[in-house]
Protein backbone atom coordinates (compact mmCIF):
# COMPACT_ATOMS: atom_id res chain seq x y z
CA UNK A 1 0.00 0.00 0.00
CA UNK A 2 2.86 2.28 0.54
CA UNK A 3 4.68 1.77 -2.32
CA UNK A 4 1.62 2.21 -4.08
CA UNK A 5 1.05 5.74 -2.70
CA UNK A 6 4.56 6.76 -3.06
CA UNK A 7 4.68 5.89 -6.50
CA UNK A 8 1.10 7.05 -7.52
CA UNK A 9 2.26 10.56 -9.08
CA UNK A 10 4.53 8.37 -11.82
CA UNK A 11 3.62 7.36 -14.87
CA UNK A 12 2.58 2.75 -14.99
CA UNK A 13 6.05 2.26 -16.28
CA UNK A 14 7.73 4.37 -13.89
CA UNK A 15 5.63 2.72 -11.14
CA UNK A 16 6.88 -0.97 -11.67
CA UNK A 17 10.67 0.51 -12.27
CA UNK A 18 10.14 1.82 -8.72
CA UNK A 19 8.26 -1.44 -7.02
CA UNK A 20 11.56 -3.16 -8.74
CA UNK A 21 14.15 -1.39 -7.29
CA UNK A 22 12.00 -1.36 -3.80
CA UNK A 23 11.81 -5.13 -4.13
CA UNK A 24 15.79 -5.43 -5.31
CA UNK A 25 16.55 -3.02 -1.84
CA UNK A 26 14.52 -5.32 -0.02
CA UNK A 27 16.16 -8.29 -0.63
CA UNK A 28 19.22 -7.22 -0.87
CA UNK A 29 19.53 -6.36 2.59
CA UNK A 30 21.97 -4.84 4.58
CA UNK A 31 25.81 -6.28 5.33
CA UNK A 32 26.19 -8.48 8.17
CA UNK A 33 29.77 -8.96 9.94
CA UNK A 34 32.04 -11.41 9.09
CA UNK A 35 32.28 -13.93 12.48
CA UNK A 36 35.34 -15.66 13.60
CA UNK A 37 33.53 -18.30 13.69
CA UNK A 38 32.88 -18.87 10.59
CA UNK A 39 36.81 -18.38 9.28
CA UNK A 40 38.18 -21.38 11.49
CA UNK A 41 39.11 -24.53 9.23
CA UNK A 42 37.38 -27.21 10.58
CA UNK A 43 40.05 -29.68 8.92
CA UNK A 44 43.21 -28.00 9.56
CA UNK A 45 45.98 -30.89 10.43
CA UNK A 46 49.27 -29.34 11.87
CA UNK A 47 52.45 -31.26 10.27
CA UNK A 48 54.40 -30.16 13.12
CA UNK A 49 53.59 -29.07 16.44
CA UNK A 50 55.43 -26.53 18.35
CA UNK A 51 55.82 -26.77 21.89
CA UNK A 52 56.37 -22.91 22.21
CA UNK A 53 53.90 -19.96 23.10
CA UNK A 54 52.71 -17.83 20.67
CA UNK A 55 50.90 -14.29 20.70
CA UNK A 56 48.97 -12.97 17.60
CA UNK A 57 48.36 -9.74 16.39
CA UNK A 58 46.74 -8.56 13.40
CA UNK A 59 46.40 -5.30 11.49
CA UNK A 60 44.80 -3.74 8.42
CA UNK A 61 40.83 -5.40 9.15
CA UNK A 62 37.81 -3.05 8.97
CA UNK A 63 34.62 -3.14 10.70
CA UNK A 64 31.76 -3.90 8.76
CA UNK A 65 29.15 -1.33 7.73
CA UNK A 66 26.16 -2.03 7.71
CA UNK A 67 24.88 -0.52 4.30
CA UNK A 68 28.64 -1.58 3.05
CA UNK A 69 29.92 -4.65 2.23
CA UNK A 70 30.76 -7.69 4.98
CA UNK A 71 34.42 -6.51 5.78
CA UNK A 72 36.69 -8.06 8.24
CA UNK A 73 37.48 -6.77 11.52
CA UNK A 74 41.01 -7.46 13.41
CA UNK A 75 39.60 -8.46 16.50
CA UNK A 76 37.32 -11.33 14.56
CA UNK A 77 40.64 -12.36 12.60
CA UNK A 78 42.47 -13.06 15.43
CA UNK A 79 40.07 -14.78 17.44
CA UNK A 80 39.93 -17.10 14.22
CA UNK A 81 43.40 -17.39 14.05
CA UNK A 82 43.81 -18.36 17.42
CA UNK A 83 40.74 -21.01 17.85
CA UNK A 84 42.15 -22.61 15.02
CA UNK A 85 46.00 -22.91 16.64
CA UNK A 86 44.26 -23.95 19.93
CA UNK A 87 42.20 -26.74 17.95
CA UNK A 88 45.24 -27.93 15.49
CA UNK A 89 47.62 -27.45 18.72
CA UNK A 90 50.31 -25.95 16.13
CA UNK A 91 51.34 -24.19 19.29
CA UNK A 92 51.42 -25.30 23.40
CA UNK A 93 49.00 -22.11 23.79
CA UNK A 94 48.17 -18.37 22.86
CA UNK A 95 49.20 -15.89 25.64
CA UNK A 96 48.07 -12.98 25.32
CA UNK A 97 50.53 -10.89 27.13
CA UNK A 98 54.27 -10.11 26.30
CA UNK A 99 55.41 -13.85 27.95
CA UNK A 100 54.85 -15.35 24.25
CA UNK A 101 58.07 -16.82 22.63
CA UNK A 102 56.78 -16.04 19.16
CA UNK A 103 54.86 -13.25 17.82
CA UNK A 104 52.55 -13.75 14.96
CA UNK A 105 51.56 -10.88 13.11
CA UNK A 106 49.52 -10.82 9.83
CA UNK A 107 48.34 -7.71 7.92
CA UNK A 108 45.53 -7.89 5.80
CA UNK A 109 46.85 -6.12 2.56
CA UNK A 110 43.23 -6.33 0.44
CA UNK A 111 40.64 -7.71 0.46
CA UNK A 112 38.68 -7.74 -3.37
CA UNK A 113 35.14 -8.10 -3.36
CA UNK A 114 32.77 -7.77 -5.95
CA UNK A 115 29.74 -5.45 -5.79
CA UNK A 116 27.52 -7.79 -8.73
CA UNK A 117 26.97 -10.63 -9.59
CA UNK A 118 25.34 -14.36 -9.49
CA UNK A 119 27.98 -15.50 -7.55
CA UNK A 120 30.87 -14.10 -5.87
CA UNK A 121 34.32 -14.34 -5.39
CA UNK A 122 36.40 -12.45 -3.32
CA UNK A 123 40.11 -12.76 -3.15
CA UNK A 124 42.35 -12.06 -0.33
CA UNK A 125 46.03 -11.33 0.44
CA UNK A 126 47.46 -11.37 4.22
CA UNK A 127 51.07 -10.44 4.87
CA UNK A 128 52.23 -13.28 7.46
CA UNK A 129 55.30 -12.96 9.87
CA UNK A 130 55.93 -15.17 12.89
CA UNK A 131 58.86 -13.54 14.91
CA UNK A 132 61.07 -14.46 17.49
CA UNK A 133 59.52 -12.67 20.67
CA UNK A 134 63.23 -12.59 22.54
CA UNK A 135 65.19 -11.51 19.90
CA UNK A 136 62.85 -10.42 17.61
CA UNK A 137 64.58 -12.45 14.79
CA UNK A 138 61.68 -13.04 12.21
CA UNK A 139 61.53 -16.86 12.05
CA UNK A 140 59.17 -16.86 8.66
CA UNK A 141 57.13 -14.02 6.60
CA UNK A 142 55.11 -14.72 3.32
CA UNK A 143 52.45 -12.94 1.72
CA UNK A 144 49.70 -15.41 1.09
CA UNK A 145 46.76 -15.01 -1.46
CA UNK A 146 43.20 -17.47 -0.96
CA UNK A 147 39.89 -16.84 -2.93
CA UNK A 148 36.44 -18.26 -2.09
CA UNK A 149 33.51 -18.26 -4.62
CA UNK A 150 29.58 -18.28 -3.06
CA UNK A 151 26.93 -18.90 -5.22
CA UNK A 152 23.18 -18.46 -5.40
CA UNK A 153 23.19 -22.32 -3.60
CA UNK A 154 25.41 -21.18 -0.83
CA UNK A 155 22.47 -18.42 0.08
CA UNK A 156 19.71 -16.42 -1.66
CA UNK A 157 20.47 -12.86 -0.71
CA UNK A 158 23.36 -11.15 -2.25
CA UNK A 159 25.26 -9.90 1.11
CA UNK A 160 24.69 -13.05 2.94
CA UNK A 161 26.68 -14.80 -0.42
CA UNK A 162 29.52 -12.00 0.03
CA UNK A 163 29.63 -12.53 3.45
CA UNK A 164 30.01 -16.92 3.15
CA UNK A 165 32.50 -15.95 0.37
CA UNK A 166 33.97 -13.36 2.32
CA UNK A 167 34.42 -15.91 4.99
CA UNK A 168 35.67 -18.28 2.98
CA UNK A 169 38.42 -16.67 1.33
CA UNK A 170 39.45 -16.24 5.02
CA UNK A 171 39.01 -19.28 6.12
CA UNK A 172 41.32 -20.71 3.40
CA UNK A 173 44.28 -17.85 4.20
CA UNK A 174 44.26 -18.82 7.90
CA UNK A 175 44.62 -22.80 6.72
CA UNK A 176 47.28 -21.98 4.15
CA UNK A 177 49.45 -19.54 6.75
CA UNK A 178 49.26 -22.53 10.14
CA UNK A 179 49.76 -25.38 7.49
CA UNK A 180 52.90 -23.38 6.46
CA UNK A 181 53.98 -22.48 9.84
CA UNK A 182 53.35 -25.99 11.24
CA UNK A 183 55.81 -27.43 8.56
CA UNK A 184 58.93 -24.81 10.00
CA UNK A 185 61.46 -26.39 12.09
CA UNK A 186 61.23 -24.02 15.19
Known amino acids: MR????CSGLAPGS???AVCILAA???AG???PVTHQMMVPADLVATRT???TVRVAVNGGNATDGMGKSQISNEEFALA???AITRSKIFSRIEPGPGAQYLLTTQI????QPSVGFSFTVKMEVGWTLTRADTGKIVWRESIRSEFTAGAGDAFAGVTRLRIATEGAA???IATGLGKISQLDL
Request: charge should be positive.
Open 3 to 6: VRAA
Open 15 to 17: RRL
Open 25 to 27: LAV
Open 30 to 32: CAS
Open 50 to 52: HPE
Open 81 to 83: LQE
Open 109 to 112: VTLD
Open 171 to 173: RAN
